[in-house]
């Protein structure tokens, strides 16, 4: 498997925006499905976002819901979380995961493959 790099985390004021990409370096997702987790201080990590391969199915946390869009660009080999209205609880390191299955999965041990993440810090 290819393991999948993050970008885009950062410092950002409650309310603001960040764009995080997963690319999959030479590698296209096929019919992979990608998967955006995160993880804050002393909590578990939690599935944030998931993207089916072709972009035809999605799945939101509720806690994301309505702020936040993940997409897919095959072209590109990369996946975006488009994130909005972003509040302090949201500050957390941010995983990509790919699943080569193709279905659609918030479980953890479904994915095979892990970024390093990116951390994304929302000041208050």
């Given at each position: ?9 950062g ?86 995961a ?20 990116t ?6």
């Amino acid at each position: 498997q290819v393991q999948p790099v993050e970008s885009g985390g950062g410092l950002v004021q409650t309310g603001g925006s960040l764009r995080l990409s997963c690319v999959t370096p030479g590698r296209a997702f096929s019919r992979d499905t990608v998967g955006w987790f995160r993880q804050a201080p002393g909590k578990e990590r939690e599935c944030v976002a998931v993207i089916t391969w072709n972009g035809s199915t999605t799945y939101y946390a509720d806690s994301v819901q309505g702020r936040f869009t993940i997409t897919v660009d095959n072209f590109n080999h990369t996946v975006y979380l488009q994130m909005n209205s972003l509040k302090p609880e949201d500050t957390a390191i941010y995983y990509c995961a790919t699943e080569a299955g193709g279905g659609l999965t918030t479980k953890e041990e479904n994915y095979d493959a892990w970024g390093q993440g990116t951390q994304v810090t929302v000041s208050s």
